[in-house]
């Protein structure tokens, strides 16, 4: 990562990976022009162009915009990469992730500078998110109004990827997001996930805040749409109950209990019922094949696949 210099060093970036998604982008900077800005923070927003095919750069390229934007570019598809180059190329003491079909609210911005700088011990915060469209399934949002404090492996899932912020401290500390998970990887999800466990890991705060706030314009509808997302989210849990046990890493295993228990109960609810547990038995199959994408990863990268903050 560059050293960032007094005189370049800005208070906020936001950081947005994209990937053939020339439309949703354009809404997200739409609504990112709406954000209410504090009296006199300093902030930036960097766009990375993830190797997309379609005419997400000269959209990019053409766009007029009062936005402070940068746009930078990661030649290898992949969502940890991508994040990874934006982080790189961040001056801002907060990073702000959000994905290119989302929509902040107004207030989105201002929200989370006021919660780090409510509680300067704050490391990790994500956020509120509310579905678009209220034809989309209603999935990948998280909706409770309740603060709460992070403090559990069983509890990470709370957090999710589209509305997380942190000190660029964290990364220093914790190292960036695994390029071995996540979209475009062969474990399809699961950096977020990842990303927050090890900041609980290094001991850091981590809290979710309802007042940030972002909508997901998913685009969901289909029963095809939501198996291929269930398969890829638990894909993505194997990968990551692999990693932590290959190496040995205790503190997953309440996550892994409490997935095994849930699912053991679903099968006997099954089975009592006289009906073929075929979704426990896809749990499990999908569950089984992240597992084994993640020992082929490691297998095939050495010890760098695990290398992030493991």
Same mark, same amino acid.
């Given at each position: 990562?560059?050293?960032?210099?007094?005189?370049?060093?800005l208070?906020?970036s936001?950081?947005?990976?994209?990937?053939?998604?020339?439309?949703?982008?354009?809404?997200?900077?739409?609504?990112?022009?709406?954000?209410?800005?504090?009296?006199?923070?300093?902030?930036?927003?960097?766009?990375?162009?993830n190797?997309?095919t379609?005419?997400?750069?000269?959209?990019?390229?053409?766009?007029?915009?009062?936005?402070?934007?940068?746009?930078?570019r990661?030649?290898?598809?992949?969502?940890?990469?991508?994040?990874n180059?934006?982080?790189?190329?961040?001056?801002?003491?907060?990073?702000?992730f959000t994905?290119?079909d989302?929509?902040?609210?107004?207030?989105?911005?201002?929200?989370?500078?006021?919660?780090?700088?409510?509680?300067p011990?704050?490391?990790?915060?994500?956020?509120?998110?509310?579905?678009?469209?209220p034809?989309d399934?209603?999935t990948?949002?998280r909706?409770?109004?309740e603060?709460?404090?992070?403090?559990?492996?069983?509890?990470?899932?709370?957090?999710?990827?589209?509305?997380?912020?942190?000190?660029?401290?964290?990364? @220093?500390?914790?190292?960036p997001?695994?390029?071995? =998970?996540?979209? *475009?990887?062969? $474990? /399809?999800a699961?950096?977020?996930?990842?990303?927050v466990?090890?900041?609980l890991?290094?001991?850091?705060q981590?809290?979710?805040?309802?007042?940030?706030?972002?909508?997901?314009?998913h685009?969901?509808?289909?029963?095809?749409?939501?198996?291929?997302?269930?398969?890829a989210?638990?894909?993505?849990?194997?990968?990551?109950f692999?990693?932590?046990?290959m190496a040995g890493?205790?503190?997953?295993?309440?996550?892994?209990?409490q997935?095994?228990?849930?699912h053991a109960?679903?099968?006997?609810?099954?089975?009592?019922?006289?009906?073929?547990?075929s979704r426990?038995?896809?749990?499990?199959?999908?569950?089984?094949? @992240?597992?084994?994408y993640?020992?082929?990863?490691? =297998?095939t990268? *050495?010890?760098? $696949? /695990?290398?992030?903050?493991?």
């Amino acid at each position: 990562m560059g050293v960032v210099t007094t005189a370049d060093a800005l208070d906020v970036s936001v950081i947005v990976c994209t990937r053939n998604r020339r439309d949703a982008l354009a809404r997200l900077l739409e609504a990112l022009e709406q954000l209410v800005v504090p009296a006199g923070l300093r902030w930036e927003l960097i766009v990375v162009d993830n190797a997309s095919t379609d005419d997400t750069a000269s959209m990019l390229a053409s766009r007029r915009t009062p936005l402070p934007m940068r746009v930078v570019r990661e030649a290898i598809p992949g969502l940890s990469r991508a994040r990874n180059t934006g982080i790189a190329a961040a001056r801002g003491d907060l990073l702000l992730f959000t994905d290119d079909d989302c929509l902040p609210d107004a207030r989105w911005l201002t929200s989370i500078h006021e919660e780090f700088t409510r509680v300067p011990s704050l490391g990790v915060l994500g956020g509120r998110v509310e579905l678009f469209d209220p034809r989309d399934r209603p999935t990948t949002t998280r909706t409770s109004r309740e603060r709460s404090e992070i403090s559990a492996a069983v509890q990470v899932d709370r957090i999710i990827g589209c509305n997380l912020s942190c000190r660029q401290s964290v990364v @220093g500390t914790i190292g960036p997001f695994d390029i071995g =998970l996540g979209g *475009g990887t062969g $474990a /399809g999800a699961g950096e977020d996930v990842d990303f927050v466990y090890r900041s609980l890991r290094a001991g850091l705060q981590v809290e979710y805040s309802p007042d940030a706030l972002v909508y997901h314009n998913h685009g969901r509808r289909t029963e095809a749409q939501m198996r291929a997302l269930t398969r890829a989210y638990t894909v993505a849990r194997g990968a990551i109950f692999c990693k932590y046990l290959m190496a040995g890493d205790r503190g997953m295993l309440p996550r892994i209990r409490q997935d095994v228990i849930y699912h053991a109960r679903s099968f006997a609810v099954d089975v009592r019922a006289g009906r073929f547990p075929s979704r426990v038995l896809r749990h499990y199959y999908h569950l089984a094949a @992240g597992a084994t994408y993640w020992i082929r990863h490691r =297998l095939t990268h *050495g010890r760098r $696949a /695990g290398s992030a903050g493991v």
